[in-house]
């Protein structure tokens, strides 16, 4: 016996036995192994000195006065909680019942008299082995509550202060309704929309490689460039560039963003689209019909260098009603118990079913608990409605500077000759000078609408020679913007004039813009004679000019635009 | 093992066959399958025949085992992928990075 002292560790054990020759007999035994033992003579005893001094092993007599064995077990399980405190039923019993009712008590084990030491040290041996497993068991656990805890903790402040980044948009705007699980960054999940100064809106869905913290570290810089850079006026392809540039450069080889971008104009009612690796988006016709998918053509952002990046768009025509419908990879990949994915087919079966847009999101829910009994955490669905601009209220700029500075007097001469066009898109600084003309801020809206159109009629009807009439009706839309990707590529000569002239008045002051064109130009009486009704999808830039500005004329055959803004004095 | 790799005998080739699931528990088994090899193959071949499903990080593999073959500079090509696995490789426009058949 001395041979299991040593590698026994020391514990101590409870015996209650109200037999006094047995007690000593089974104290001596324990002793022997080099346990410390404590004795009781009834159930009442044990209990009570099990709460003071919290033995490691309880051998409990089954048949005792005052209280037997089976409540003191009952009361010791209950006093040691979670913690394992292992007892051995010491018993004559040997009736299946009896034995029965020592483990359905709480007991362990039992021990049958005659007592054999070799076998008691056995058990209490076997039964160490068993409490210090569960003490382990229980400290990992607290262990991993711990960094479970912890974790959600991290993600929590990560997530406050990214919502502070990314609800800068205009998620809350009155035509977009969207649906996103609230750990959604988490999941690599990422929704951001914001107004350009024009009005315009950009939005975007994205979609990080992975899951967690390695997911959601992208988001930040990538928002950050998202908000920054159209806010400033920068349109999509610029946007993009920059953030496949970013991403390349921060990312690691194997992470990328998966995402699909556009440009919502809600005056000229087109929308532009850029889809990198993200399921197909949807244009939804208003009366119901055949879906128009937002194909991926494009390499995810962070994949390749910034001198291989295409930044190619579509432009689509949009009418009112109409809507756009944007979703992650949860739903199509979504899949039922024998691995097969809802898919696309599914998908379009229940766009083509909806009837009403306002339960769109929870046919596609239902469809996808239909297929498979419960859907994936990470579904992001987005619905973005086409309406009249005047719904929509992009908030106000807020400026930082006092006004005082302000120049009032200047004129300035920008010309942009082929090789800029192609690949440089000024408005962005014209519309950043223009930000200093103080009295003109309460209309920078209308302005940089009337800039961007002025500089895309210039660039497209003007250099490039693009007939108007060709964006007539949607089918030849596609074809329009192809070929102004193919003229604008082989560009080689030609030029824009951007004339900014700002004088001041006795009670405020004007801006005359004046952009000019080598292009052949246009038939100003009968384009500008014809009805609004006519002029559809393509006259829509000229009018919208003479809505927005105080005075507007066409000269020199129609290759030179002025167009007047003014401003009363400030208070 | 659901990742195997074979070098051709004139150690111009190396041919990756991934089995099953390829997604992010297939990570260091992947990588294994062509890091520390004593001399960098001309081409490298991802045999996807028995591949039944890819996920993104599956497509970050790809790139790391791209750039590990020297970037654009590398030629690797994916074979023998199945139409679903096709299907996902599309919509990642991948068939601009990789000879995909």
Known sequence: MNQVCADVEALSVLIAEDGAA??????????????????????????????????????????MPVMDGFEAARQIKALAGEALVPIIFLTSLSEEQALVRCLEAGGDDFLAKPYSPVILAAKIKAMDR????QATVLEQRDQIARHHNHLLNEQRVAKAVFDQVAHAGCLSAPNIRYLQSPYALFNGDLLLAAYTPAGDMHVLLG?????????????????????????KGYGLAETLREM????????????????LLLNLSFQRRVVEVWNGGMPDGYLLPASGGEPQPLVSRHLPLGILAPEQFDDTTEVLPLALGERLFL????????????DQLFGVERLRRVLAANRQPALLFEEVLQALDGFRGRSRDDVSLLDIEVVEPQLLSP?????????QSSPLDWSLQFEFRADTLKRFNPLPYLLQLLQEIHGLRAQSGALHSVLTELYSNALEHGVLGLDSALKRDA???????????ERLQALSEGFIRVHLRVEPGPRGGRLIIEVEDSGKGFNVSKVLARPVSEQGLCGRGLNLIRRLSRRAEWVDEGRRACVEFAWEALA | MAVESVVSQDGKKLTIKVKGRFDFGKHQEFRNAYEHKPARPDSVVVDLKEATYLDSSALGMLLLLRDHAGGDESDVRVVNASSDVRKILAISNFD??????
């Open chain 1, 130 to 133: 068993l409490r210090r497993l």
């Open chain 2, 96 to 101: 601009k990075l990789f000879d995909i058949s």
């Open chain 1, 475 to 485: 089918r030849s839309f596609a074809s329009y913007y192809q070929m102004r990707n």
């Open chain 1, 327 to 338: 979703l992650s990879d949860g739903v199509v990949d979504t899949s039922d118990e024998n």
């Open chain 1, 395 to 403: 908030p106000p700029v807020i400026y930082s500077d006092s006004g």
């Open chain 1, 22 to 63: 047995d007690r000593l007999l089974l104290a001596t035994i324990v002793r022997k192994q080099g346990h410390q033992v404590l004795t009781a003579e009834n159930g009442e005893q044990a209990v009570a000195l099990f709460a003071e001094r919290r033995p490691h092993v309880v051998l409990l007599d089954a048949m």
């Open chain 1, 207 to 231: 979609d990080f490689t992975g899951h967690g913290l390695p997911a959601a570290v992208g988001a930040m810089p990538l928002a950050e460039v998202f908000y920054g850079m159209t806010a």
């Open chain 1, 244 to 259: 496949n540039a970013k991403l390349k450069r921060i990312l690691p080889v194997d992470m990328f963003c998966c995402a």
